[in-house]
């Protein structure tokens, strides 16, 4: 945490004089230690290095409820906002995922191992490790935003937070999934770099983790979906995120 101070003696100022660290745990700052001074701007970096799923930076949500008694009436928050987003793909050699993934971080992933296991007969035992590690996906919809966040208010108490809707196909197609990612009010480059166009592969930036929610085979086999209905929820007093999607066809 860092903590400025102001002077009018600019011709004598250091930086030593102007700003000093606390070692100390955002949660943990009381007036105390800002002696007399409230918190005019608070900025943070979202990307963090440990998160595994993309919206666990939301937990910068909660450190600013937690200081909000700290802030000036005017604090300039950053980011101020974040986005939820989602975009419906298709992905190319699914077979090329060959291990079962199970369980991960509290996430059942029995649809992928399950659209996985289909294509077991054609899998080249001879392929090294880091093809396995990505499979590429073309973009089969627009970009569409599921949930906002507004970091300039604090958290809402032991609320559950909802947003339903529905977007379309750019074509009647067969869908595998949703690629989930958010997007923050930094005036930083987005992370999906480039206009997404119908059945060309997603460009994105290497500063934030992707997720991707699975369709089932029974769902996404036919004669092919037209757009995709989604439920999403957070349960605030816990922080957990709720996904519901849904194929229509």
């Known amino acids: 945490m860092v903590q400025g101070h102001s002077t009018q003696d600019s011709q004598n100022l250091s930086l030593s004089d102007s700003i000093s660290l606390l070692s100390v745990d955002p949660n943990d700052i009381t007036p105390t230690y800002l002696i007399g001074h409230s918190i005019d701007v608070l900025l943070a970096e979202p990307f963090f290095v440990l998160m595994t ?44 995922l060959k291990h079962s993934l199970g ?85 930083w480059t987005p992370v999906l770099l480039d206009e997404p166009i119908f059945g060309h592969k997603l460009n994105w930036s290497s500063n934030q983790n992707q997720g991707v929610c699975f369709f089932v085979k029974e769902d996404y086999e036919g004669e092919g979906s037209v757009g995709v209905a989604y439920d999403i929820s957070m349960n605030t007093g816990t922080g957990d995120l709720g996904m519901e999607f849904e194929l229509i066809f």
């Open 53 to 96: 799923l993309p919206w666990h930076p939301l937990y910068f949500w909660y450190v600013r409820t937690a200081l909000d008694p700290l802030l000036s009436t005017d604090c300039a928050i950053t980011p101020g906002s974040a986005h939820l987003m989602g975009i419906a793909v298709k992905f190319e050699n699914l077979h090329l």
């Open 103 to 187: 369980k991960v971080k509290e996430f059942y992933l029995t649809p992928c191992d399950d659209a996985v296991m289909e294509s077991i007969p054609d899998i080249n035992k001879s392929l090294p490790p880091e093809f396995t590690v990505g499979i590429s996906h073309l973009t089969l919809s627009g970009v569409q935003t599921l949930m906002k966040f507004d970091f300039t208010s604090p958290v809402p108490k032991d609320t559950i937070l909802r947003e339903k809707g529905s977007w379309s196909l750019t074509t009647p197609t067969s869908c595998h999934g949703i690629v989930l990612w958010m997007e923050y009010s930094t005036g």
